[in-house]
């Protein structure tokens, strides 16, 4: 298991360039989102010797020049400055909390019953089935055009190649109701993008993805897990699984 500073500065480093974005990185870290995600501009990773008003002000007009109207930020205990409290200043809304959670992939093996299945990703059926089920739970997204299922595939089969991680999905009763990927990166697999319909939770679909993605990023040389779990849905789960929490971070909306 790595330490408590190896766990805090993975979670700080971590931060996803979906594909077709834009980014810049200045006095923070600035991705602009495709429209298929919603748009908007998305900001992390402070580092700057400037005030925050002095920060906040930069990425509002990067986030104008885009042609943007809604920046995103994400609170990160290792940010220097710390914006929340401008952000709060400035009417930005408080939309949501993640838990910064890790465990060593070796330990308590994670419970799935044994009427959920899961199987890596590797096929388009398979591409499509884990789109439907990502756009039934999160809000703004549109499902994959033709090229962009294709792309996504790519993307899986190179990830999968290269050893830098996957896609897992799981069904229940023979239904695909579950998905979520993980990435390895300096011995940290990172577990993102778990969604389940609502339909289904509660059955043990979700602990599949995730049992699934510890396997794969063990298989890729991974010795810790870290995951950003929401706190109104996943974190409760991923704590009962061995995860200790490290931090929480918030996430701000402000319309510029």
């Not at 480093?13 to 998305?42: D, I, T």
């Not at 930020?73 to 009417?91: M, Y």
Request: negative net charge; contains cysteine.
């Amino acid at each position: 298991m790595h330490s408590l500073d190896d766990v805090m500065r993975a979670s700080a480093a971590w931060v996803w360039f979906p594909r077709g974005s834009e980014q810049h990185k200045g006095e923070l870290q600035l991705v602009r989102y495709p429209a298929r995600f919603g748009g908007g501009v998305k900001a992390s990773q402070v580092d700057s010797d400037l005030d925050a008003e002095a920060v906040l002000e930069d990425a509002i007009a990067r986030t104008r020049a885009w042609g943007e109207t809604e920046l995103m930020f994400w609170t990160n205990a290792s940010d220097r400055p710390d914006l929340e409290d401008e952000l709060r200043r400035r009417g930005a809304e408080h939309f949501d909390t993640l838990a910064v959670l890790a465990r060593p992939i070796v330990g308590t093996p994670i419970d799935v019953p044994t009427d959920v299945t899961s199987e890596v990703v590797s096929t388009l059926d398979q591409i499509r089935e884990l789109d439907a089920i990502n756009v039934a739970v999160w809000e703004h997204q549109d499902p994959l055009t033709e090229r962009g299922l294709a792309d996504e595939l790519a993307e899986v089969e190179a990830a999968l190649a290269s050893g830098e991680g996957g896609r897992i999905l799981a069904q229940v009763d023979g239904v695909a109701v579950s998905t979520g990927g993980c990435t390895v990166i300096d011995g940290f697999v990172r577990l993102w993008g778990g969604a389940t319909l609502a339909d289904s939770r509660g059955r043990g679909a979700y602990r599949a993805v995730l049992a699934d993605r510890m396997r794969l990023g063990a298989e890729f040389g991974a010795k810790t897990a870290l995951v950003k779990g929401r706190i109104s849905t996943s974190a409760p789960i991923l704590a009962r699984a061995g995860f200790a929490h490290y931090g929480d971070e918030r996430g701000y909306r402000l319309t510029v």
